[in-house]
């Protein structure tokens, strides 16, 4: 497994830490990752190894305001501005592996920018990957919040506010957990207007979803995630079109790359993209 580092740079001045890990072997494919709300891309390495031993090269960077990205940390000015920066990523994956197939993967806040990625942009790939999308929260914010959340949209988007996640609901693994919070790369903020525009492209996507391009979708969710909704999870994948496999992992919480069955749930991906790349 070989691991690089590169930057993307976007026209509004912004640049990416972008980083990439390819296989030793024979390259099947290329999996385009995107990371959720609070983290960045380097929590993913365990799940590039599995991928490059199976012979997938991972493409990934921090999102704005996360990771090693530059920023207010938990802003994206817009929502647009995320749909093309996985564009920009996408765009590199085919300049380094051109003619490779190209698969895109989105956990979380990522899995709902994926999802809405391919409702607005409907880009040609071999497959997508998606795991407990940020559809719908776990637990509906009270409506004082949201309503204030929607004045400070308008009047002061950059407003911060703690994201209000319950940590231990990410993984039932312990250790996982520990390495969360003694990540100095993690955080809790979140902006007024990303947490709008999380909740509404949420909605947008689950009323949309009946248009979802002809490309092979995988939705998975751990059934007693709390941080998002399953069930939100379960209606989109039933409005899909196409082919849609759902795979729900009893009483896995939000992580279910980082779930004590964490091989079971790689491997169960790997074969996904066996059959579909």
């Known amino acids: 497994m070989a691991h690089f580092e590169f930057t993307l740079q976007a026209p509004d001045g912004q640049t990416f830490f972008a980083q990439g890990w390819e296989p030793a072997g024979t390259l099947r494919a290329v999996v385009c990752l995107i990371h959720g709300l609070g983290e960045h891309s380097g929590r993913y390495a365990h799940v ?22 530059a920023g207010l940390r938990g802003h994206i000015p817009h929502y647009e501005l995320a749909m093309d920066d996985i ?19 989105g956990h979380s806040l990522g899995g709902a920018l994926v ?5 607005r942009r409907r880009p040609d790939l ?42 231990q609901n990410l993984a039932r693994d312990p250790a996982v957990l520990q390495a969360c919070v003694a990540d100095p790369l993690n955080h ?17 996507a689950l009323a949309h979803a009946a248009e979802f391009p002809p490309v092979p979708l995988l939705l998975m ?33 939000h992580e279910t790359h980082n779930e004590p069955e964490r091989a079971e749930v790689l491997n169960y991906v790997i074969a996904w993209l066996d059959a579909h790349g």
């Open 126 to 167: 071999a497959g997508v990957v998606v795991t407990s999308p940020g559809l719908q929260p776990g637990v509906v914010p009270p409506a004082w919040k949201t309503t204030v959340g929607r004045i400070m949209y308008r009047l002061w988007p950059t407003f911060i506010m703690d994201n209000g996640l319950d940590m």
């Open 87 to 105: 564009g920009r990523l996408l765009a590199e994956a085919a300049r380094r592996y051109a003619g490779i197939p190209c698969f895109l993967y």
């Open 48 to 69: 590039a190894a599995a991928l490059n031993a199976a012979g997938y090269a991972v493409l990934t960077f921090d999102l704005r305001g996360h990771g090693r990205t």
């Open 221 to 253: 969710q751990g059934t007693a995630d709390h941080l998002v909704s399953p069930e939100a999870t379960q209606a989109f994948a039933a409005q899909v079109p196409g082919e849609c496999t759902l795979k729900l992992w009893e009483g896995f919480y």
């Open 115 to 119: 999802l809405n990625y391919m409702l």
């Open 188 to 204: 809790s903020h979140l902006s007024a207007r990303l947490g709008i525009d999380i909740l509404d492209a949420g909605a947008w």
